[in-house]
């Protein structure tokens, strides 16, 4: 974390209360937890929780726990909860002590549910799930209470007995908690806190088949690791009193400055989808290529694209926290990762769209090397060689046959600069059978390295090349918006929304330096964009860039 230690953050509504906490002596320490379900990759939604948590726990020199919140074995699995831990680390934060997981409190849980059950605060209910839909009532009206409610403690001691016994079947019965059939929360209208699933589980194996619900693992998971302040997202808002009321009615946690549930609202991207049931639904029907498909907004299809930690930091830092609803732009994610690559990014130059280019009276046969430097602004990036000769490859975009004086590129008869070298003028041009062209000839003015013509010329545009010789063909992935709505889980299917161009694949070649480009470095690519190598499908024999972002915010 020591990049990130100089950075001045910006307070939040969460952080005044911890200010306040402190103050106050109610704590003298803070503690808080990263709580992911391992049900699928983590995605830019977790990585402001992640930053908000592990954020806290850095600046008050405190601690900040990573969970798994393990509950629904059926759904998760150990290739997820290594991708979190991958994720966590890559974004620079290392969690206290051992990994913690729900399941590790499976035993005291069952406990717990027992206190409840001898205070007449638990039964077991046989009622099946349309009957509990029926009697849980609406918003508007009461729910009734369940025939099952006033079953003795000692029958339901024995019941929830026979169902950590296998001696019902899945869905037959459920253990509830006895609140209040009329709480106009709906999540107080005697909560189901523990079912019936015969499922194997990735950490408990067959261990057990009944399993706590999220609601109460999550309080009592808090309660024993000692968090100070358990932050969530808004949809828990409701939740909290059920927080409370089972931490309220356990003996080992009923104290004054136990575990505090806060919400924030939760971030929404534009043109992205922010589920994992969702994104898991894109993978399973091969719409994109993986989880970890750089058009993906998890932190394994981001990372593969070429964004940093500390421009995804950056963004969370951005948009702040606070508990109104929000969308925010895709355009300010960008603005991060550019921002910082801008500073940091080698320069190069790759053709994506090539067609020749021939200088005529350049040797035939000749070449030389040309020094130029990494970055403009960073002398200590370096310089690197160019070689340059007779034959060079350029951008079909970059000539045109006849343009107005807002072309600032190559034009027949007129002159332009190829970058770091010599200014060239185009004399002629081949074209295919369909009137593509092909070759461009041109003359070069060989006083022009590095120098302005001695005539006084002006010669305005630059664009960018590779020798044909020393070039290295590459596969360039550019990528868009996977979707074309700004809100696609408005959508009614995700079919009608999808961008059919958000991959477009080009081949063209780039700077011989480049076969050395380390998987996942950031590069930009003259007039072009940020790229890296692809990590997963790039070799020195086949190269592959990802474009992580293109220069300019083109939807500005
Ligand atoms: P998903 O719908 O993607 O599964 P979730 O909330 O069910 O999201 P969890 O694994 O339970 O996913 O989340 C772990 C933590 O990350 C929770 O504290 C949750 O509130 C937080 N989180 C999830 N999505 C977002 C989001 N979009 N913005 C901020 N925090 C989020
Ligand atoms: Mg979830």
């Given at each position: 974390m020591s990049q990130v230690d100089t950075e001045v953050r910006p307070s939040n509504f969460i952080r005044n209360i911890i200010d306040e906490d402190l103050a106050s002596g109610k704590h003298t320490s803070v503690h808080t937890r990263f709580p992911p379900e391992p049900n699928g990759y983590l995605h830019i939604g977790h990585a402001k929780s992640i930053c908000l948590n592990f954020g806290i726990a850095r600046d008050y020199q405190g601690q900040c726990n990573l969970r798994f919140d393990d509950t629904n074995p059926e759904k998760e699995n150990i290739d997820y909860v290594n991708s979190i831990k991958e994720d966590v680390h890559w974004l620079g934060f290392q969690w206290s002590g051992d990994i913690h997981y729900s399941s590790d409190y499976f035993d005291k849980l069952y406990g717990y549910a027992i206190e409840l059950i001898n205070k007449g605060l638990a039964y077991v209910c046989f009622l099946n799930g349309e009957q509990t839909r029926e009697y849980r009532g609406t918003l508007k009206a009461p729910g009734k209470n369940s025939p099952y409610r006033d079953t003795s403690v000692a029958e339901n001691l024995a019941l929830f007995e026979k169902m950590r016994a296998g001696e019902f079947k899945e869905g037959e019965c459920s253990l509830r908690a006895k609140i209040d059939m009329a709480s106009p929360f709906m999540c107080m209208r005697d909560p189901v806190i523990y079912r019936i699933k015969f499922a194997h589980h990735h950490q408990t194996g067959d261990k057990w088949c009944i399993y706590p619900m999220y609601d109460f693992t999550h309080c009592i998971s808090d309660a024993l690791e000692e968090i100070t302040h358990s932050i969530c997202t808004l949809e828990f808002q409701d939740n909290r009193r059920l927080y409370d009321w089972v931490l309220d009615h356990l003996d080992d946690f009923n104290k004054p400055n136990r575990t505090r549930q806060y919400e924030f609202s939760r971030l929404n991207l534009e043109y992205t989808l922010m589920s994992k049931r969702k994104l898991n639904d894109l993978v399973v029907r091969g719409?994109?290529?993986?989880?970890?498909?750089?058009?993906?907004?998890?932190i394994a299809g981001v990372r593969r694209r070429g964004y940093t930690p500390s421009a995804m930091r950056e963004f969370c830092e951005r948009i702040g926290v606070t508990k109104q609803d929000n969308l925010i732009e895709i355009g300010m994610l960008e603005a991060c990762i550019r921002e910082e690559l801008n500073d940091t990014a080698p320069r190069a130059m790759a053709v994506i769209k090539p067609i020749k280019l021939v200088i005529e009276n350049y040797p035939a046969g000749q070449f030389e090397t040309i020094k130029a430097a990494a970055h403009p602004n960073d002398e200590s990036l370096g310089e690197r060689d160019l070689p340059f000769g007779r034959e060079l490859y350029i951008d079909e975009a970059d000539f045109r046959e006849e343009a107005n004086k807002h072309y600032k590129r190559l034009v027949l008869g007129k002159e332009v600069r190829l970058r770091n070298a010599y200014v060239i003028k185009a004399e002629r041009c081949d074209k295919d059978a369909e009137g593509n062209v092909t070759t461009v000839y041109c003359t070069y003015d060989a006083e022009t390295l590095g120098s302005n013509p001695a005539d006084g010329r002006k010669v305005k545009g630059v664009i960018h090349w590779v020798e044909q010789t020393h070039a290295k063909p590459a596969e360039f992935r550019l990528y868009d918006r996977?979707?074309?709505?700004?809100?696609?889980?408005?959508?009614?299917?995700v079919d009608e929304v999808l961008n059919p161009e958000s991959l477009v694949i080009a081949h063209g070649f780039v700077e011989p330096g480049l076969v050395a480009a380390p998987a996942s470095k950031a590069y930009q690519f003259e007039r072009e964009g940020y790229f890296c190598a692809d990590s997963k499908d790039s070799t020195a024999d086949a190269l592959v860039f990802n474009r992580t972002v293109a220069l300019r915010d083109s939807f500005a």
């Open positions: 719409l994109v290529s993986g989880w970890d498909d750089p058009r993906m907004p998890t996977l979707f074309t709505d700004p809100n696609p889980a408005a959508a009614e299917t």
